[in-house]
């Protein structure tokens, strides 16, 4: 039965290279949004890996008149001070602006025993920023007042870069570096966080501390509040930075708008994507429909000759779905084949689990799609009466 299927399709080359195609677009797209939700999804129920509730962003231009590094770092040792002092706040950081849900990032090569590892996110911190943002310690400890002086410079990993470099090995003590380079040495592992947001994934991450020099060019504050932080105190505490760093521009963010910011970012452009996927979805529906319908119409003098002979209606309809379905198959061959090579080059710089399973769900909605769209022309095509039809042709 096959063999005279496919001599059916091949004798209709030119009208089924059109359905083909078709299909094949169908899928590349539908394939190209699933990767994507897919790994959103995945991103999704990981946890944050920190706790953003209660945070405050203050950002700021550093405009002190002196040019000391020891002088600025008094100078924000007594606003730390100042604010701690307030009983709205918990704790303070000051670091650079690459901090949880900011547009701002900072990245570099990082290399141990003669291997480099690419694009680490590096975090220049204090030692208040792990107690602001909640972060958990996995392994070893975070910063202390030990370590502003020492033989190597102390760093934190995350888990991800901890794993891609040890593996299940302990990396406390390790030192980072080859050569000439500045050795560093692991004295603590935290858990990753996602910083893009929900629906990214926490990228390989190492935290360092800040030293003196570092207050001349830092402008990022951020603000651990109590439950009793409310408008007015956000209003007291804009006029005490105000008053305390006067030719500064100041600005006050909540966390949880920075995360809502950050994550619509991700949401919007992806609806848009799924709207315009749908819409296609919907041509190309109505296009498959239309085609069988057509195809019926001309087949009538071939269907009502099976019908003479014996045929049933249901042998005569399981027949076009089944070559709708073997049509759908040699393109999603062919689309596998390309949707194959994106987990391979790495073209969207996405889990290549993300990539096979929305591949699957690509194939398991083209064949449903294309089974819906052949179901009804093939009933119709069942009710043929074999001698109306051999009178028309």
Known sequence: MFKHLFKLIWNKKTQNFLFLIEILVSFLVLFAVFSFVVYYYQNYKKSMGFDYNKVWVVNYNNSLETKNADSAKLFYNNLRGML?????????SFSYSNIPFSE??????????????????????DLGFEKVW???????????????????????????????????????????????????????????????????????????????????????????????????????LY????????????????????????????IVPMIIFMIVAGFLIINV??????????????????IGLRRAIGATGNSVSYQLITESMILASLALIVGCF?????????????????????????????????????????KQAAAILPAIALHEE
């Open 104 to 125: 701002s990032h900072s990245s570099n090569n990082i290399s141990y025993h003669g291997k480099q590892f690419q694009r680490i996110n590096i975090y220049r911190t």
């Open 239 to 266: 006029k005490l930075l105000a008053n305390t760093m006067k030719k500064s521009n100041i600005g006050i963010d909540h966390s949880v708008d920075m995360r809502r910011a950050k994550n619509e970012k991700t």
């Open 134 to 236: 909640q972060m958990r310690v996995l392994d070893g400890r975070w910063f202390d007042k030990s370590d502003i002086k020492g033989k190597y410079i102390p760093v934190v990993i995350d888990s991800t870069f901890k794993e891609a470099i040890f593996g299940k090995e302990s990396a406390i003590g390790k030192i980072l570096g080859d050569g000439d380079e500045s050795k560093e040495k692991i004295i603590g592992v935290v858990a990753n966080m996602k910083v893009d947001g929900d629906y990214h994934a926490a990228g390989n991450s190492i935290y360092k501390l800040i030293d003196t020099a570092d207050y001349l060019s830092m402008g990022n504050l951020s603000i651990r509040v109590t439950q009793d932080a409310n408008a007015s105190f956000e209003s007291r």
């Open 338 to 378: 390309f949707a194959a090579q994106f987990p391979l080059l790495h073209v969207f710089d996405i889990t290549t689990s993300a990539y096979l399973i929305a591949m699957v769900i690509a194939v398991l909605f083209i064949y449903l799609l294309v089974f819906l769209c052949s179901l009804y022309p093939g």
């Open 84 to 92: 701690k002092s307030l009983p709205e706040v918990e704790e303070v």
């Open 285 to 302: 529906a109505l296009g498959l429909f239309g085609v069988l319908w057509y195809s019926i119409n001309r087949r009538k003098g071939e």
